[in-house]
């Protein structure tokens, strides 16, 4: 699953335009909203039933009640993520750079990056005190870290790099799970490179860094490398003027046949 760092307004989408098969996750987001606007949770049940019921037309009320519950209960007790920022130092930096290979780099960078901002980012209410709080953890996915770097690792290059990262002690295993790595290069004292606000596309601050030709996308102005001359448009963008072709396509042609 995609990492999201624009909660609220993935919750929104969700509601706008619906999805293909209904997660836990997206119910959680959904379920979030409705309470940080004030509802009720037998109102926001409802909502949620009724939002189910018209994006699958199969959907089990029934079956997935428990879905629903957990959603609810996870409304009360975590809230919508903001982000604010996350700070990359140039100690970090140039640790990234020592691994001399830019598709490495890209997604050691990410990594980092997805890990201090859930880190900053924590949604519970509640967060107990842990032991482990001073530790940095990326908890992400594999495949989400690859797609947030723009990187294509096969499992027997994956295995190489994992390898590489715990021997130079940038990444270090855990017993939690295999996604969840303890990370070694961060280093918050070091003086400030540069700071993320735009989480849209994050991989294109380092991009810049490293010189890449970058552009603005002329419809939402996200910062991206250009990768052709005709490069104008970001990958949300160019898939909202695809649904909005088709779309138009779809009614223009259906209005022809009846």
């Known amino acids: 699953m995609t990492i999201i760092f624009y909660e609220k307004e993935y919750a929104e989408n969700l509601l706008k335009y619906g999805v293909k098969a209904i997660k836990q996750r997206d119910l959680n987001f959904i379920s979030k909203l409705f309470y940080e606007k004030g509802l009720k949770i037998p109102e926001i049940r409802e909502k949620i039933e009724d939002f ?38 140039e100690d970090e930096y140039n640790k990234i750079l020592t691994l001399d290979n830019y598709q490495e780099e890209k997604f050691l960078f990410a990594m980092l990056v997805s890990a201090k901002f859930f880190k900053n980012h924590r949604s519970k209410i509640k967060q107990k005190q842990s032991k482990y709080d001073q530790t940095l953890y990326s908890n992400s996915s594999i495949r989400d870290i690859q797609e947030l ?12 790099i994992k390898r590489k990262f715990t021997q130079l002690g940038f990444i270090n295993p855990t ?51 250009k990768n052709s001359g ?12 695809r649904r909005y072709i088709r779309n138009n396509w779809y009614k223009n042609n259906k209005d022809r046949e009846q």
């Open 52 to 89: 189910c019921l018209k994006t699958d037309k199969n959907f089990n009320l029934i079956q997935s009640y428990k879905m629903i519950n957990r959603a609810l209960s996870h409304a009360k007790n975590n809230h919508l993520r903001v982000p604010d920022e996350v700070i990359i130092t």
């Open 230 to 241: 005709a490069h104008i448009l970001c990958r949300n963008c160019s898939t909202e003027k």
């Open 175 to 225: 017993i939690i799970g295999s996604n969840c790595w303890a990370m070694g290069i961060c280093n918050d004292t070091s003086y400030p490179l540069f700071v993320i606000r735009d989480f849209r596309n994050i991989i294109a601050y380092y991009q810049e860094e490293k010189g890449d030709n970058m552009i603005n996308c002329i419809n939402c102005n996200v910062r991206m490398k």
């Open 149 to 160: 770097a723009g990187t294509h690792f096969t499992k027997k290059e994956w295995r190489e």
